[in-house]
């Protein structure tokens, strides 16, 4: 989604009732991210609202992005969010030999997933399958920050039985335009 460099177009103020019912849609959408939303969108803070290139509307916080949106889909966490709060999202893990691949941009595929370094949800641990459509923060083998946010393309149960396909299309990235961009 933010291969290349981008620069932000026109920044304008949130107003309250808009800001209230991103803060409502947040906690609906990420339930663990909840008792951390005094931290993360302080009642009397002023949200920002950057254009992006492609339709994209980025929500920031004191020149900190927190949230964007691709036209109607869901608001999707931005990296530096999910580095501050890496517990309140849904985690899938990619093996080591798919790592490049994602920081390069290319569409997540299944085999990363699948294999033995990669770790989908187990319902037999009591973890939660993810269907498709959901947001997840996709974390590599070995490393300690998550790599990639994105929506997922099919659930994880039929994941498992296909085991090839593409998992999910882009999303943001470490070292993409958005993670580079800087907000005045």
């Known amino acids: 989604m933010f291969k290349k460099d981008i620069t932000a177009g026109a920044k304008t103020k949130v107003k309250s009732s808009v800001q209230r019912a991103i803060r409502a ?15 993360v969108m302080p009642k009397k803070s002023q949200l ?5 290139p492609d339709r994209v ?10 949230f964007f949106q ?20 849904q985690r ?16 997540l595929m299944i085999p990363g997933l699948t294999s033995a370094g990669g770790r989908l ?20 083998e070995g490393k300690e920050e998550a790599c990639l946010v994105g929506v997922l ?9 296909v085991k090839k396909g593409v998992a999910m299309d882009g999303g943001h990235f470490l070292g993409d335009g958005l993670w580079k961009l800087q907000i005045d």
């Open 25 to 39: 849609k947040v906690v609906e959408t990420y339930p663990l991210l909840a008792p951390h939303m005094d931290e």
């Open 48 to 52: 920002d609202l950057l254009k992006l």
């Open 57 to 66: 509307s980025l929500y920031a916080l004191n020149a900190s992005p927190l």
């Open 70 to 89: 691709h036209m109607d889909d869901p608001l999707l966490p931005s990296l530096r969010l999910v580095h501050r709060f890496p517990t309140c999202f």
């Open 92 to 107: 899938i893990r990619i093996d080591r030999g798919a790592i490049r691949f994602v920081l390069s941009g290319a569409a």
């Open 121 to 140: 949800p187990d319902p037999a641990a009591g973890d939660e399958e993810l269907k498709e459509g959901d947001v997840v923060v996709v974390e590599a």
């Open 153 to 161: 393309n099919m659930g994880t149960a039929e994941m498992k039985e």
